[in-house]
């Protein structure tokens, strides 16, 4: 099975700071990778989807790179709504199975 | 808008079973493919099941390969996942989650239903 490995696990960072988190695949995935915020006690919520699309409604502050088997989620000015746990998942047509990343919890420095 | 609304959650003792169902609105449920998706207590997100759109094929993750069943009834706008010989491993969030246009992306989510594994 393909592994998804997330890093950092956690963060510190302060409103208006650019934050990177990256997710590293354990075989190539071309471009089939999202991205979902959790706060908590909330559903998951789709940011981006085929690597780099931002999903409809989205703030464009948030976006997508990579292919192959390292991603990377920026959100370019961190607000204050942003602080939660974001995941990536990736999709094997071929095994046809879903699998997330451990996530990674953006918290206020 | 778009709804999901589980319900079936519960305690359970190990070995037993539950049904657990999704209401759907605000869309043509019969058009897209579903997901159940599970969260334990305090950790990660892990993918569960998923349905085409039409019933036709069924996927499961390993861990639930051969004790959980996914479906769907498209006239009641619902999806199901019956869970047999639960184990405490199995205790979680249980959200559905709507396809988003065959991708096996996740988009929306429901609000989830908590299930407790334990004597």
Redesign the interface.
Known sequence: ?IQLTQSPSSLSASVGDRVTITCRASQGISS?L?W?Q?KPGK????LI??ASSL?SGVPSRFSGSGSGTDFTLTISSLQPEDFATY?C?Q?N?YL????????TKVEIK | QVQLVESGGGVVQPGGSLRLSCAASGFTFSSYGMHWVRQAPGKGLEWVAFIRYDGSNKYYADSVKGRFTISRDNSKNTLYLQMNSLRAEDTAVYYCAKDLTGANWFDPWGQGTLVTVSS
């Not at chain 1, 559903?43 to 789709?46: D, F, G, Q, R, T």
């Not at chain 1, 046809?96 to 451990?102: A, I, S, W």
């Open positions: 099975a089939a999202a979902y959790q559903a998951p919520k789709l989807y085929d999903e995941y998942q999709f047509s046809r199975t879903l699998t997330f990343g451990g996530g």
